[in-house]
């Protein structure tokens, strides 16, 4: 059964960081595309990060500078670095494989995805 298991998730101050895992079970996340999605009350569901198997990431101009993808295929997880949070950044943050990846993250039918993990930019 294939799972994917985000973590990481919590309330910190507006400028604070956190760092989400996505942890797989089932598949080998060696061998997908990966992307973060995130989803704020009352708005549509945004991409904000991809990882292709290769290495390369992608990453929307409204938090480019500030997240960072990477991928431990020793440990099969996938993590989201996110620094200099602002409110904004609050959402349920979601892993899902086989993203599309350009200027725009872009989630697919076929994407396996985690139950999400909320974050919350508060003072």
């Known amino acids: 059964q294939v799972q994917l298991v985000e973590s990481g998730g919590g309330l910190v101050q507006p400028g604070g960081s956190l760092r989400l895992s996505c942890a797989a079970s089932?598949?080998?996340?060696?061998?997908?595309?990966i992307g973060w999605f995130r989803q704020a009350p009352g708005k549509e569901r945004e991409g904000v990060s991809c990882?292709?198997?290769?290495?390369?990431?992608y990453y929307p101009d409204s938090v480019k500078g500030r997240f960072t993808v990477s991928r431990d295929n020793a440990k099969n997880t996938v993590y989201l670095q996110m620094i200099s949070l602002q409110p904004e950044d609050t959402a349920v943050y979601y892993c899902?494989?086989?993203?599309?990846?350009?200027?725009?993250?872009?989630?697919?039918?076929?994407?396996?995805w985690g139950q999400g993990t909320q974050v919350t930019v508060s003072s």
């Open positions: 089932g598949l080998t996340l060696d061998y997908y595309n």
């Open positions: 899902a494989t086989d993203p599309l990846c350009g200027r725009t993250v872009v989630a697919t039918k076929a994407a396996y």
């Open positions: 990882i292709l198997t290769d290495g390369r990431t």
